[in-house]
């Protein structure tokens, strides 16, 4: 079967995080994708601990099935080769502080010119334009300011930040289906276009529901533990041994009365406070209190047995080994094994890219630094060993 | 300017969140998307509070610039008008629990056979097959099971949620991601295929580094509060008055140096604990410490003021209100304008599609529920006012 995006070239200058992650849905997707890193280090998530064997787990986990050239885009040679380059490709991926690919000369109105069906993409922590745009961001910052940790938290406590790097991986899915559209345009109309995805924009759209409901009631959304604040119950209990999670999303009183006998308190089911998902909300802590008073009665695994075999909705809360080892995980293929040259295979999370036609997935392994240097430069734009040397004693690559 | 996916068809029968955010999505890049609701009550996310004059924000915000119309899916009329719209459609979304639409007569296998070109989109809480398949799920399950909330917390704390529906919206934008490849796939190939999205799947993609990480240490990651656990300072500190995010990332001393004396302590610039990131990270308890007790002499705005001034990432930890009153937030038009039938116009979050060549966002109100049901079967199938009003006396529609 084909891979959806075989046949398109990504060129991705993108270091760290939310443009490697981009490219990596991509490349999944099939994709190719020549990664640009500067000549000695590279991108600096190489040098981001922990490691094994002196690969550091966090570059290979995202840059997968890609493959690395080193040019320094800071020198002309550099610059030249770059523009070169570009026009073999369908996509370009940057997240380079607004204005910094403008002072290299590879900004879009420049690379247009010579490639006019070039998509591209622009990543940065708050966009191309406004008060804000020139300032350097890091997923935290962004999270701080889209909201996201003011919501994220146990009622009246300080705000948290969800434990992955959010602000940068949503950015990351944006972008590509931001690419993947203007692929689809440019079939239409035969040109490329600029995509300027910003991280804050992106966790403004996740937000759209704490900040509905802000707009609906003028109230200001705080952290609320593990509840959903729009619906109950929702949310994580404590058994008698362990945590577990069981909700269910209705405004008709016969589901909550079965979930009522379900637990054995079919009391609760009668009472007034608690007849429609809207009751619940509104007399949620008196509610809380009378479930989690029963579930800490009996271990996590007889709650889970019984919701489960009623049809609602249950799980327990995994830590991260646990994921790792799930029966429905596994049994997705969401672990999957890379080669490695250092340790033969290595395991990483795959993308939940489904599709009956299509074949998805990590592509191969990890890139080592400037691997695909000299193959690539003499494949596309057919420089000879000298030339390549001479770039190479220049620094430029 | 076009829309990307403008003349793009969606039939879409999901409800609630996952589903109907990724029609949001679609439909906000130019795609025609058709709400497909039970007669009578609709979408049940119609009926969640809060709501202004008798309509859910909750709704309003995610099905804007969708058409409504009503059908009932259990009834042989119903599949049968179901059936022959599909035959008008490029893309079909739902989010029942697997076997749902089967049941209906409605699965992939016997739509193709009239529309081989259809793209059809399943988004379910676990998969369409493997143990879990079956198993009805909402967003906290999802997080639950997917690991998210054992890394989301206080450290050595409970597990809690991030204070957003995120296993739900991260599922809508990889499922809209997919759509779109399989579009770009299908002008290739000729062929529609079936997708299948994994609202668990998803969260285990969004959680490739902590997975990383174990995978690397063997260590199970935990709760940190704000930080990020592999880079250090990058989290969130306490100022006389407000919180605030700073980040720095990076292993190299000149730039931990520069930091220090921005903030006024040049001395922890020299301290051989704290050199690189690698460094800090392992001390990364004495190091927050010391940052705190300087941080917690000054108010907020002093530090923000001294960090921006010197290029270096930080920003206020926003709460809801404030995210829609940001500068840069609104600069970016993130907070769009809706038409609304009782309120005249209404505000929603805008998506972060910025395309030059293209015009992105809210394409008009929400709608009634069955608002376009006439319409429709009048203009699609050439329905007769006498044959709509039978459906109706049946009650399929």
New interface residues.
């Given amino acids: 079967m084909?891979r959806?995006?075989e046949g398109i070239r990504v060129i991705d200058v993108s270091r760290?995080?939310a443009g490697p992650?981009c490219t990596m849905?991509i490349a999944d997707?099939g994709a190719e994708v020549v990664k640009v890193e500067i000549p000695g280090s590279g991108d600096?998530s190489r040098?981001?601990?922990?490691?094994?064997n002196g690969d550091s787990?966090?570059f290979?986990?995202?840059n997968r099935g890609k493959k690395s050239i080193t040019l320094d885009l800071s020198k002309q040679e550099g610059q030249k080769t770059f523009r070169d380059l570009v026009q073999h490709f369908d996509v370009l991926v940057e997240n380079f502080v607004p204005g910094t690919m403008a002072r290299f000369g590879l900004d879009?109105e420049t690379l247009k010119k010579s490639n006019p069906r070039l998509i591209y993409t622009s990543i940065s922590?708050?966009?191309?334009?406004?008060?804000?745009?020139k300032?350097?961001?890091?997923?935290?910052?962004?999270?701080?300011?889209?909201?996201?940790?003011?919501?994220?938290?146990?009622p009246g406590g300080?705000?948290?930040?969800?434990?992955?790097?959010?602000a940068d991986?949503?950015?990351g899915?944006?972008a590509?289906?931001?690419i993947?559209?203007?692929?689809?345009?440019r079939?239409?109309?035969g040109?490329?276009?600029?995509?300027?995805?910003?991280m804050?924009?992106?966790q403004?759209?996740?937000?759209?529901?704490?900040?509905?409901?802000?707009?609906?009631?003028g109230r200001?959304?705080?952290?609320?533990?593990?509840?959903?604040p729009?619906?109950a119950p929702?949310?994580?209990f404590?058994a008698s041994d362990h945590?577990?999670?069981?909700?269910?999303?209705?405004?008709r009183p016969e589901d909550w009365e079965y979930f009522c006998r379900v637990m054995g308190r079919p009391d609760l089911g009668e009472d007034a406070r608690f007849r429609s998902?809207?009751d619940r909300?509104r007399n949620v802590d008196s509610l809380t209190e009378l479930l989690q008073t029963t579930f800490s009665t009996k271990p996590a695994a007889h709650w889970l047995r019984v919701f489960?075999e009623a049809?609602?909705?249950?799980?327990?809360?995994?830590?991260?080994?646990?994921?790792?080892e799930?029966?429905?995980?596994l049994?997705?293929g969401?672990?999957a094994a890379i080669p490695n040259a250092s340790t033969g295979t290595?395991?990483?999370?795959?993308?939940?890219?489904?599709?009956?036609?299509?074949t998805t997935g990590p592509a191969g392994a990890a890139p080592g630094l400037g691997e695909h240097t000299n193959s690539i430069l003499r494949e596309m734009l057919g420089l000879s060993d000298k030339e390549i040397e001479d770039l190479r004693k220049k620094g430029a690559i």
Same sequence: chains 1, 2.
């Fill in positions: 084909n959806p995006l760290i995080l992650f849905l997707l600096p040098s981001i601990e922990p490691t094994i787990v966090f290979i986990s995202i879009y922590g708050y966009g191309q334009d406004g008060p804000w745009a300032r350097p961001a890091l997923d935290i910052t962004v999270m701080a300011k889209g909201g996201l940790m003011s919501i994220t938290g146990l300080e705000p948290l930040r969800p434990g992955a790097s959010l991986s949503t950015a899915i944006f590509a289906l931001s993947v559209s203007a692929l689809w345009q079939q239409k109309t040109e490329g276009q600029h995509i300027d995805t910003s804050l924009d992106c403004v759209t996740m937000m759209e529901n704490p900040i509905a409901r802000y707009f609906g009631t200001i959304p705080g952290p609320v533990g593990t509840r959903n729009m619906a929702f949310q994580v404590s945590y577990f999670a069981a909700a269910i999303f209705t405004n998902n809207n909300n489960t049809g609602i909705s249950c799980a327990p809360v995994n830590n991260v080994k646990e994921v790792t799930d029966e429905q995980v049994y997705r969401m672990i290595w395991r990483v999370a795959n993308t939940p890219f489904k599709m009956s036609e299509s």
